[in-house]
């Protein structure tokens, strides 16, 4: 007994399948248009051979929003690293500036200090949102210890 060969075709491979899946290859034969159950596993076994286009797409898109996604992190650390090198520069020039107080006059300069300390705060914590709002009090939560 010999089997028609066509030369279409070559090895004959056979794969047995739950009544579910049988089910749910009749039903996207019908849905696609293929002519066979066979003729859709075929086309199967090529996309997952050549690789799905869609697959591939949706690929090149992700990696996209991520190299996007890390342009912008990128530009936001490089505009932390200015604004802290901003303030280290502020912050080293009012020191070497401003004059330490004289003994009798100490306590009444830091009461003012923690004074103008709390207004600098309130006002930024009133101007941001967000986790930066919740940075902020857990900040002003540490300065009252």
Known sequence: MRQ???????????VRLSHED???V?????????????????A????ELDGRPE??????????????????VARVKRGQQALFALFDTFVRTILTCVPEPSRDLRPQAVARA????????KAAG????????????????????
């Open 4 to 14: 028609n060969r066509g030369a279409a075709r070559g090895a004959r491979v056979g």
């Open 44 to 47: 199967a076994i090529q996309n």
């Open 114 to 121: 923690r004074e103008r300390y709390h207004t600098l705060i």
């Open 26 to 42: 009749t039903e996207a034969v019908k849905v696609r248009g293929y002519v066979s159950p066979s003729a859709f596993v075929r």
């Open 126 to 145: 009133q101007t941001m949102t967000g986790d930066a709002l919740s940075a902020m009090k857990d900040l002003i939560g540490h300065g009252k210890n």
């Open 55 to 72: 697959l591939t797409q949706t690929e090149e898109r992700i990696a996209g929003g991520f190299d996007r996604l890390s342009g912008e």
């Open 22 to 24: 049988r089910d749910r």
